[in-house]
């Protein structure tokens, strides 16, 4: 019993060859200078860039408050000269809203026109205190700046997909083609799936797949309109082919043809 | 009837033929101006009258009339900057008292309304002398939906025919039309279109309407009216807009003229139905678009036009002013694309000729129906007037 116990309350060694306490050590002592210089490259980078950062920030509200500044003064100054009773004596009875007079066209456009400068400057300023950062491995930056790049990229290709889809829309819709929503779609679709493709290799997110993705869905789109079209308006070509040859016809029998019901409705 | 040189060189050695009248002639086939200018001979009989025609026409013909060949190289339906600024420019060259511009199928006017037309410049002393034609009830359908209602309405003028193909100027009204016409035709605009009624109205100028007989139409190049009115109503919703501060001014209108014997060269029904389905199938597809112009009591009452069986359909009077008015205001505030939104009107302008042509029908006078419209756009008024100064108030 004795020697039970004292089996069991001997202190217990570890046998010389397994250093273990030694290793704990030596991660986190390792864990902890790659933090350190982690933080160390993290803070050099923004200290090399925070005065590109404050440059462009102050670049950018001085010349908004020169453009207010300016934009001021040509208001009055244009008010005084009464330019826009000159410009509609010029113009004949040219006349225009308040909003969209000229002074204030030329206001706002000298507003905008300082607050671009001070966005260039700005940026400018930033990219130079960036190269001297550059060195350091950090991928997050030049990323942000694409990805401003692409917000643009969505925001147009939004627009424009858009616009396309009502021009076709309407267009569809006054040659009375009954399928003019779904054509609407899928060219608004068309356009949108070129935009993401556009904005993920923007990003450079995806490489070879995103393109291959893109290419299969276009075409697949493509197709489809292709298909829907072509079966659906098998009808209204023959139709079309063949109200023109009537037209034709009828315009080398006869001069008048008012006769017809149709035609004799007369819009003009 | 557009030229491509609004200044054509028409000097020569001899001075420039003078005469108290100018007229100018259209570009038209050769029978046409042949026809226009036997109706001219006999319109005005050896007086004073000079005669711009196309080059190479035969003026031998008529060695009476003294001719002033002009080139033309393009063709209108209807007239354009381009011949306000040529007829101008010939008028102060020739030193004429008045103008009087023919349109293609002038010959089908008869001579006494050519001298009509010369009479009211030359001697009644007005500065625009425009035609009421006798049109039958299927003919002039965007004159009568829109031209005239808002025309009437805003201008506080009975001009029937706002976008006439035959006017009669007074020489001082060609001078501020050319002066107008210019500003387009250096801009390489020479096809735009201008609006003599309104152009007169607002310098104060004294407008004369004849009454002239049947008339043939010319047929627009391209007939397609999805293509035709959005250009002709963009061209005026612009001039309202330019006009904005002259026509928000209460004017009183002038008495109404008897009405024309209804013409009855068109008896036969036309058939509404392919309007119908346009106007349907718009329903359906472009209520999106219309939601964004036309406030909620609008689209109600096409949601309601839009269930109703082809021989019951009609449009109320004030729904189709209120749309017009809508779309003007949404033309103004640039709603959506000034392209889209006169593109999604035309369905909507069918509906109304469905519903016209409905009227017309069912034993009502077509005129009385036109003056009715005209009537709600004028009551309609202070609505546009209200929208256009405050476009952002609350709108049921």
């Known amino acids: 019993m004795t020697n039970i116990l004292a089996t069991v309350f001997q202190p217990f060694t570890y046998p010389a060859s397994e250093p273990v306490y030694t290793d704990n050590a030596s991660i986190w002592h390792h864990m902890s200078d790659a933090l350190h210089q982690s933080l160390y490259r993290v803070l050099s980078l923004l200290i090399a860039i925070l005065p590109g950062i404050l440059a462009c920030f102050v670049a950018l509200a001085v010349f908004t408050l020169i453009g207010m500044v300016l934009s001021a003064f040509l208001r009055w100054a244009l008010t005084a000269a009464k330019f826009d009773d000159r410009l509609t004596r010029a113009r004949g009875s040219a006349e225009w809203t308040p909003s969209t007079s000229p002074t204030a066209l030329i206001a706002r456009g000298a507003f905008w026109a300082c607050v671009l400068l001070g966005l260039l400057i700005g940026v400018s300023a930033f990219d ?4 001297t950062g550059a060195p350091l491995p950090i991928s997050l930056l030049p990323y942000l700046t694409h990805a401003v790049g692409a917000i643009f990229l969505l925001i147009a290709g939004t627009l424009i997909a858009r616009f396309l889809a009502r021009s076709v829309l309407i ?18 679709w068309l356009v949108l799936v070129l935009t993401a493709a556009m904005v ?13 993705a893109f290419g299969i869905l276009f075409g697949g789109i493509v197709l489809t309109l292709a298909l829907a079209v072509g079966l659906g308006s098998r009808d209204l070509v023959s139709r079309s082919l063949e109200s023109h040859v009537e037209r034709t016809d009828r315009a080398a029998v006869s001069t008048n043809p008012a006769g017809n019901s149709a035609d004799s409705i007369r819009h003009f | ?11 020569s050695a001899a001075p420039p033929a003078t005469g108290s009248l100018l007229v100018l002639l259209a570009a038209m086939p050769t029978e046409q101006l042949e026809t226009a200018v036997e109706k001219l001979a006999a319109a005005f009989p050896g007086e004073n009258l000079l005669i711009a025609a196309p080059d190479g026409f035969a003026a031998s013909a008529w060695p009476e009339l003294q001719f002033v060949p002009t080139p033309q190289t393009g063709t209108s339906w209807t007239l354009t900057a381009a011949d306000f600024a040529h007829a101008c420019q010939l008028s102060q060259k020739h030193e004429s008292r008045g103008i009087l511009l023919l349109g293609q199928e002038a010959g089908s006017l008869s001579a006494a309304d050519l001298r009509g037309l010369a009479d009211a410049v030359l001697t009644s002393g007005a500065d625009l002398a425009i035609p009421r034609y006798d049109l039958p009830p299927h003919a002039g359908l965007v004159n009568s939906a829109i031209l005239y209602p808002l025309t009437r309405a805003l201008f506080a003028s009975r001009a029937r025919y706002p976008l006439a193909i035959d006017l009669g100027l007074s020489r001082r009204m060609a001078e501020r039309l050319g002066s107008v016409a210019q500003r387009y035709t250096s801009l390489n605009q020479g096809d735009a279109l201008l609006w003599p009624v309104n152009e007169a109205v607002a310098a104060g100028f004294a407008i004369s309407e004849i009454d002239a ?16 009115l959005p250009h002709v109503a963009g061209s005026l919703f612009s001039d309202i807009d330019a006009r904005a501060a002259f026509w928000q001014r209460p004017r009183q209108l002038p008495p109404a003229r008897p009405p024309l014997p209804l013409n009855s060269e068109a008896d036969e029904p036309a058939d509404i139905a392919p309007m119908l389905d346009a106007f349907r199938l718009a329903y359906t597809n472009l209520q999106e678009i219309w939601s964004l112009v036309l ?27 209120r749309i017009v008015y809508d779309f003007l205001l949404a033309y103004r505030l640039r709603t959506i694309n000034r392209g889209h939104l006169l593109g999604a009107l035309v369905p ?25 419209v005209a009537a709600a756009f004028e009551a309609d008024k202070p609505y546009l007037v209200s929208r256009w100064r405050w476009p952002d108030r609350f709108n049921p």
Request: hydrophobic share 45%.
């Open chain 2, 1 to 11: 009837m557009a030229t491509a040189d609004p200044m054509p060189d028409v000097t």
């Open chain 2, 213 to 228: 007989g049947p008339r043939t139409l010319p047929r627009p190049t391209d007939p397609d009216i999805s293509a035709i």
């Open chain 1, 128 to 131: 130079v205190s960036y190269a």
């Open chain 2, 348 to 372: 909507l302008y069918l509906a109304w000729v469905a519903s016209h042509l409905n009227t017309a029908a069912s034993g009502t006078s077509p005129e009385r129906h036109v003056e009715a």
């Open chain 1, 171 to 188: 267009g569809a819709v006054n040659a009375q083609l009954q399928y003019a929503r779904f054509l609407s779609l899928g060219v608004k």
């Open chain 1, 200 to 212: 993920l290799d923007h990003l450079q997110i995806g490489g070879e797949i995103v393109s291959l």
């Open chain 2, 295 to 321: 406030p909620p009591n609008s689209l109600l009452g096409l949601k309601r036009l839009a269930v109703v069986e082809a021989p019951a359909f009609r449009m109320p009077d004030n729904l189709w002013a």
